[in-house]
């Protein structure tokens, strides 16, 4: 019928429907005015639905679904089938939402009953979108092309934007990146040139998923932002957009920042009746609690997942909550026969539902069970058919798959198989870490790899292989800091938050500091890697380039703290010890270092500082009885990382250089002598002997470019850092726990921090931080490291000199003195470092890199 021929309230009720996706308040408006008047009852159902639909654009689902309910009942009084119809299928589009496909498909049974030739190609299309969430894909897929050319001929432009929107998505799930990124391209731009703004956003939203399901993580990340800044997108879209953003993190194992956007999302999308979005929130937070090793946080999130996605019709996300919640009981120490019967069937309802990530980590927690109990031929064929999962899918999932044929191939006896098939799920980590640019998402994302170094470690100490063992242990440690330097393309939105942040830091003002913190973390972590760098560990010739140095590498094994030596040509395997005593011995030396240099220069206070040392020097150290007075190379994990060596009796006044791995440090070894460079000095302010130790220096480099009070700004540093020989700052230094790229040296301006030195171009070859706690680094799973000396370690610089705890300046200042002097004297940093410290007490300097 002509507009112009339809009732006054008809055409009113039907303007309501146009405004929807433009402007939902405004459509409301409109239909709440045809609802007040004395409109027909076609008019009514027309407007009811409008005002359905307005509620759930903005994510009102419970009263869209009542609305649209009275609608239904309204058209079937009045024998409307074709309102009757679109009523129906606006009511499924909601109950999806909320959660009940069931009752979803039942609304579109019956609207099928009723519906005309296009409307019934819309049926088809929402039918398409039930089946895919409740994992029957190939029926959604056939679903969506019968649809689509009925909509097309029909220019139905919102519907067609539709149906590729959820074709697209289900594209990217099931691995058909190129193809589900076609359709959402299109999908975007349909819904753009057609204005319907929220439709866009989901477009947009979705192909951050694609490329999250690629494993482009950084990508992911970028679009997720991209599309929360669309216009006009709801805060429920915002919340959805926290949920994939979540499952991208814990993909890189972030498992603290996922759970505070699942938390963002449950805030959000609890009060507007999204019950399946909900329980798949409170999934991945269980999910992030097993990450992060809270087992008994994991069960409660997970039992709140099981019941927020209960009646899914046995789906993925049911499958996948129960197999979390049994995760969670085993993490618990729940081994029993229970717990076994629970993980079996999990894994056959996970491979029923399509879901092999979660299916071969549920293989692998049944197999550990049955091998705990002896039966380690039931494990082995438990295993066998993850082995399909290794060549496909994300890098998790390809490595799990890995991890579980070198469980199997060890289960069979195979040993020399067992390493091969862990050394092959070293490489699809390595492969994911090169996508990679931010430092936080490589170290974090490093342990995927965990299990697969550990067993190698596992399989060669039991064969009494230390050699091999060692090079095993290697592969456990600071694999992020192997990648080339990611620096980040001149970036103006990143330099200007960075920039705001040093004045907001400046200035006092702690809340908008943590607004800008976040955004410059989000910002970075759009950085992609800087392409392939496959480095295995090397041993050969090892020997010889240690010379006549002793090589200690730490590694802490079934609560027990191990050391492999190389000295003279030997190796040796040393067992040092509980590792829980040695941890509480060195809290107590951090701690009574610092009361020592802040107020308690007591002779009491001494002798506690003196105990402390002997203790450690004892468990660390006095066991490995081929020492001698050799120079040392010690490879510490990450908890001994930032152990003050240089106090310990055995070290005390011997070359001692520091390095995350054998590989890192045989990289600062062999690094080209650079020719040129020149020297910086600087001082930061507020440091009481800064300026005294800086001009002291000068004295010694009369050719040094000194910056000092308002001219050591950031900017200026770094320029000066680039491509130094030799640099040396001054400054107050803190290590940030909370989140350690944002460790920093203070400067005129402000905080440098682990951001800004990213974007040097090239890293000094020699660099000395005069600063408290500036060597300090905190770990991730797999010993990797982050913070400052991480960072400048993996930009190239070949050696840093610095504290790992706080030192006092006062003291400091002819420490720095006698180190420069010694330098400039042709002595190796290391063996500098050693006769300074030995003169002058301040033992809180490690080397870091080639001595």
Known sequence: MPSDSLPDGLIAAETAISLVSDDPAAAARAARAVLESDAPAEARVVALRALGLARAETDDLTEAARTLRSAVALARRHVLPDREAQARLSLAGVLVRRGDPAAALRQLDAAALVAGRVDAARVGAQRGLVLSRTGHYDAAMAAYRVALPVLRRASDHRFVALVLLNRGALRAWRGETAAGVRDLQRCLALATEHGHPLLAADAAHNLGYAA????????????????????????????????????????????????????????????????????????????????????????????????????????????????????????????????LRALRANVTRLDRAGWPEPAVQARILCAGLLREAGRTDAAAEVLRPAAAARHRGPAGLRAAAWHAEALRRADCGDRVGALAAARSG???????????????????????????????????????????????????????????????????????????????????????????????????????????????????????????????????????????????????????????????????????????????????????????????????????????????????????????????????GRPVEVAPSVQLWRAAIDAPHTRGGGTLLAAGPGLRHGRAEINALHRLHPDAEVLQGRGATAAAVLAGLSGARLAHLACHGRF??????????????????????????????????????????????????????????????RTLIAPVIAVPDEATAPLMADLHRRLLAGDRPAVALAGASADVEVPGFVCLGAG
């Open 212 to 339: 999250a399901r690629a494993g482009d993580v950084p990508g992911a990340l970028a679009a997720f932002d991209r599309a929360e800044q669309m216009p006009g997108i709801t805060a429920g879209q915002r919340a959805i957009t926290c949920l994939d953003r979540a499952q991208t993190l814990l993909e890189a194992r972030l498992a603290v920042d996922a759970a505070a956007e699942a938390r963002r999302a449950i805030a959000v999308l609890e009060p507007l009746g999204h019950r399946l979005d909900v329980g798949i929130a409170w999934l991945l937070l269980a999910e992030a609690a097993l990450l992060a090793g809270e087992a008994d946080a994991a069960r409660v999130a997970a039992q709140r997942a099981v019941v927020g996605l209960r009646g899914q019709h046995g789906g993925l996300w049911p499958a996948m909550a129960a197999h979390t919640q049994t995760a969670a009981r085993v993490a618990a120490g729940e081994h029993g026969p229970a717990v």
């Open 426 to 652: 070293l490489q699809v980590v390595e492969q994911h870490l090169d996508a990679l640019g931010a430092a936080d998402l490589r170290a974090h994302a490093a342990g995927h790899g965990v299990a697969l170094a550990e067993l190698g470690l596992h399989l060669t100490l039991a064969a009494d292989r230390p050699a091999a063992a060692l090079r095993w242990a290697d592969r456990l440690r600071a694999r992020s800091l192997w990648r080339p330097p990611v620096r980040p393309p001149a970036d103006p939105v990143l330099s200007g938050l960075l920039t705001r942040l040093r004045a907001a830091t400046e200035v006092g003002d702690d809340v908008e500091r943590v607004r800008l913190e976040r955004a410059v973390q989000a910002r970075a972590r759009h950085t992609p890697g800087a392409g392939p760098a496959h480095v295995e560990p090397a041993l050969a010739g090892l020997p010889d380039l240690l010379g006549d140095r002793a090589l200690v590498c730490y590694l802490r094994r079934d609560e027990r703290l191990l050391a492999i030596t190389l000295i003279a040509g030997r190796y040796r395997l040393h067992d040092l010890g509980r590792w829980a005593p040695i941890a509480a011995e060195l809290d107590w030396l951090r701690f009574a270092t610092h009361r020592l240099w802040q107020d308690d220069d007591s002779p009491t206070g001494r002798a506690g500082l003196r105990h402390s040392t002997e203790v450690l020097d004892t468990a660390l150290l006095r066991p490995i009885t081929d020492l001698t007075d050799r120079p040392l190379v010690l490879i510490p994990t990450a908890d001994l990382h930032a152990t003050p060596w240089a106090m310990l009796p055995r070290v005390r």
């Open 736 to 797: 940030r726990a909370d989140h350690p790229q944002f460790s920093h040296l203070a400067l005129a301006d402000g905080p440098l921090t682990v951001y800004d030195l990213a974007a040097l171009p090239r890293p000094p070859r020699v660099l000395v931080l005069s600063a408290c706690d500036a060597a300090r680094c905190a770990s991730a799973p797999g010993e990797e490291l982050l913070g400052l000396a991480a960072a400048l370690t993996t930009l190239g610089t």
